[in-house]
C-alpha cells in the first residue's frame, strides 16, 4: 500500500554549506510546497533567522559545518 506524502507551508531554514546538497534539497522541499531560505554556514544561518519573522519556522540544518557553529549549536539558539 503506497502512502501519500504530505507537504507542509511552513517557512523553512536550510543550512548546508555543500551547495550542490543545499540545492538539491531547496528543490525537494519547494516541490512539497515549503518555503525555503537557506544558509551555508551556522553565522549566516543566525543573521538569517531573524529577517524571516513567520511564526511556522522549521529548521533542517547539517551538524558538522565551518565557522565553529554547529547544527546543534544553531538549533539552540533558535
Known amino acids: 500500500m503506497e502512502k501519500e ?6 517557512a523553512l531554514l536550510l543550512v548546508e554549506d555543500e551547495p550542490e546538497l543545499r540545492a538539491l534539497a531547496r528543490q525537494i522541499l519547494e516541490c512539497y510546497g515549503y518555503r525555503i531560505f ?4 551556522g553565522r549566516e544561518a543566525l543573521k538569517l533567522w531573524p529577517q524571516h ?3 511556522d519556522r522549521l529548521l533542517l540544518t547539517d551538524i558538522v ?3 565553529g557553529i554547529t547544527g546543534w549549536e544553531l538549533a539552540r539558539k533558535n
Open 38 to 41: 537557506e544558509a551555508s554556514t
Open 5 to 10: 506524502i504530505r507537504g507542509g507551508n511552513e
Open 65 to 67: 559545518m565551518p565557522e
Open 53 to 55: 519573522g513567520e511564526r
